[in-house]
């Protein structure tokens, strides 16, 4: 069974956007939020994949971090891929 996970993009030194995949599919964005001012969330977080995810039905999110924005998407990720609490 597949896993969820947080890759960052083959850039080299980019640290700033992170994929997450659902075995080999990409279903999720983590991503610092381009012109964000200082005094609000600097990353924002999307999960959702066209086929499969219903129109209207993606979820979005903001964060201070990515920590907290990998943790509120990672567990999202494993109940919208149906699988249990085992796959990281």
Request: glycine letters at 14%; proline letters at 7%; charged letters at 15%.
């Amino acid at each position: 069974m597949g896993h969820v996970r947080a890759q960052s993009p083959p850039i080299p030194g980019r640290q700033d956007c992170w994929h997450v995949y659902y075995a080999d599919v990409h279903i999720g964005t983590i991503a610092l939020r381009s012109g964000a001012p200082v005094d609000v969330d600097q990353w924002g977080w999307i999960l959702g994949f066209y086929p499969g995810t219903e129109v209207g039905k993606y979820r979005d999110g903001t964060a201070q971090t990515f920590n907290l924005a990998r943790a509120t998407l990672m567990p999202l990720g494993r109940r919208c891929c149906h699988i249990g609490d085992s796959g990281t």
